[in-house]
């Protein structure tokens, strides 16, 4: 008798158990994708931080400063900046940085965003590369 009443269900168990399927499905749907998409953003951000960046030039008064051809007058800026911005850091972390810091500027939002992966954003660090946007 137990048994019949088992696979006699109501039409309410019918449809919640239903519902709690299309949950469920949608539930380990939805994580998959996400899980996809994430792991996109992981592999493009491995394929930047392999980026070769021999390409960019040395800045002729402080070779911390790399550039791409194009974004010469910019250099000149962040040169005149580099001291105080790396001594703020410093400060702030209490801590001197291990090695030398380089900062490599960007010519083209193309180029900026092949070699951080990001858009929108005026500077990013990929590995110990950091990156300056031109829209800076």
């Given at each position: 008798?137990?048994?019949?009443?088992?696979?006699?269900?109501?039409p309410?168990?019918?449809?919640?158990?239903?519902?709690?399927?299309?949950?469920?499905?949608?539930?380990?749907?939805?994580?998959?994708?996400?899980?996809?998409?994430?792991?996109?953003?992981?592999?493009?951000?491995?394929?930047?931080?392999?980026?070769?960046?021999?390409?960019?030039?040395?800045?002729?008064?402080?070779?911390?400063?790399?550039?791409?051809?194009?974004?010469?007058?910019?250099?000149?800026?962040?040169?005149?900046?580099?001291?105080?911005?790396?001594?703020?850091v410093?400060?702030?972390?209490?801590?001197?940085f291990?090695?030398?810091?380089?900062v490599?500027?960007?010519?083209?939002l193309d180029?900026?965003?092949k070699?951080?992966?990001?858009?929108e954003?005026r500077g990013?660090t990929?590995?110990?590369?950091?990156?300056?946007s031109?829209?800076l």
């Open positions: 008798m137990h048994r019949a009443s088992l696979s006699a269900a109501t309410f168990q019918v449809s919640h158990n239903k519902r709690v399927k299309v949950k469920t499905i949608l539930i380990v749907f939805g994580i998959f994708i996400l899980l996809t998409l994430q792991s996109c953003a992981l592999v493009n951000v491995g394929a930047a931080y392999y980026k070769s960046t021999d390409h960019f030039l040395a800045h002729g008064k402080d070779s911390r400063i790399l550039y791409e051809e194009g974004a010469e007058d910019f250099t000149n800026i962040i040169a005149e900046l580099m001291e105080g911005s790396v001594a703020a410093e400060s702030i972390h209490g801590e001197k291990s090695q030398e810091i380089q490599h500027i960007c010519a083209t180029s900026y965003q070699h951080t992966t990001m858009i954003s990013a990929i590995g110990d590369k950091l990156f300056l031109p829209s």
